[in-house]
């Protein structure tokens, strides 16, 4: 039999406490966009920290060691270039990575982590804890901030609406409403798939006022409708297939209920809900889903990742039927239900 190197337990957990660094210095590689300027090919460190305006020799060390995990890679006359990994960190990348990359850099990702021990402690969000305001109230007083966090978002939101529509079948809707759909891009791709589908776009009023303006310039603007409001009080009527992608973790499952219930209430028995959430498998399957919920719990108050299982209760609880679950390539799941 042929020698296998195992890695011995003290180094795996070693690299594995040590990941922050790794993502600093992909935060770094990121925000100075080495990946964009190494698109026309490898370049010496010199040239990087000029065009950059950083410190040649602390930039080498930099890529020195995300090379050493396969992130960029120094050639013998001592110049960079992409790999496959690097090439995630491009802006124009499909499925680019990199706003999420300068996202986790960011402080507000960083120092709520700093409080993680809190969290564990009482169950409360470490951001709220670290920053004295929620999440979602720090942005509007800090734009860079909530740049990054949109810029990250809507990067990770094309790649998982790519998947969900090879995924599902959307055929057999005619109205689809989007429930706190945003910027409206998972809702535009059905459209433009689909064109026999009419859309509602549901969400705060000043969310709404930003898509408005952006699906007037895409030519689909008859075949929508865009309609504000709060689904914690109602949604919509009329639709015969109800979407929510990513809304139902943001919250506890009270809250969850709460827009579920009132999805079962504006639909008819034959309607459709489809929740486009990250799912949590059982037991110790490997799932950076798993990772993504202690995110959520530093982040967001009562915000959660869910099981099956867990997922099926609070639909049951709003009147539903958990059908299906359908499984994307990009990490979320969809699950569909039915009104009981």
Not at 288 to 313: C, I, P, S, Y
Request: net charge negative.
């Amino acid at each position: 039999m042929a020698n296998v190197h195992v890695e011995a337990p003290s180094l795996a957990l070693l690299h594995m406490v040590t990941g922050c660094w790794i993502s600093q210095a992909l935060y770094v590689a990121a925000k100075l966009g080495i990946a964009d300027l190494l698109q026309e090919g490898p370049q010496s460190c010199t040239w990087l920290a000029e065009a950059t305006q950083t410190h040649a020799g602390a930039l080498y060390r930099v890529l020195r060691a995300l090379g050493s995990v396969c992130v960029f890679a120094e050639d013998e006359a001592g110049h960079f270039r992409l790999t496959p990994l690097a090439d995630l960190l491009r802006t124009d990348a499909p499925g680019s990575l990199r706003a999420f990359a300068i996202m986790l850099g960011a402080p507000e990702h960083w120092r709520a982590w700093e409080g993680v021990l809190h969290s564990v402690r009482t169950g409360q969000p470490a951001f709220d804890h670290v920053f004295g305001i929620p999440l979602f109230e720090y942005f509007p007083t800090h734009p860079e901030a909530a740049q990054i966090f949109d810029d990250a978002m809507t990067s990770r939101s094309s790649q998982e609406n790519t998947a969900i529509i090879a995924a599902y079948d959307f055929t057999a809707a005619h109205t689809v409403v989007d429930v706190g759909g945003g910027q409206g891009t998972l809702l535009a791709s059905i459209l433009e798939l689909h064109p026999h589908v009419r859309g509602v776009l549901f969400d705060l009023s000043h969310v709404i006022a930003s898509a408005r303006t952006r699906i007037e310039g895409t030519g689909q603007a008859a075949r929508w409708e865009c309609v504000d409001g709060d689904f914690f009080t109602a949604v919509p009527a009329g639709g015969d297939c109800y979407l929510l992608k990513k809304v139902i973790h943001d919250w506890d499952d009270e809250r969850a209920q709460r827009i579920l219930t009132n999805c079962r209430t504006a639909m008819s028995d034959t309607g459709r809900l489809l929740l486009i959430e990250p799912l949590i498998p059982p037991g110790n399957e490997a799932s950076f889903n798993k990772l993504l919920d202690l995110l959520m719990l530093v982040w967001n108050a009562g915000g959660r990742e869910r099981t099956e299982r867990e997922h099926q209760e609070i639909l049951a609880a709003a009147g539903f039927h958990l059908s299906r679950v359908i499984p994307t390539r990009a990490g979320v799941s969809i699950i569909e239900a039915v009104p009981v």
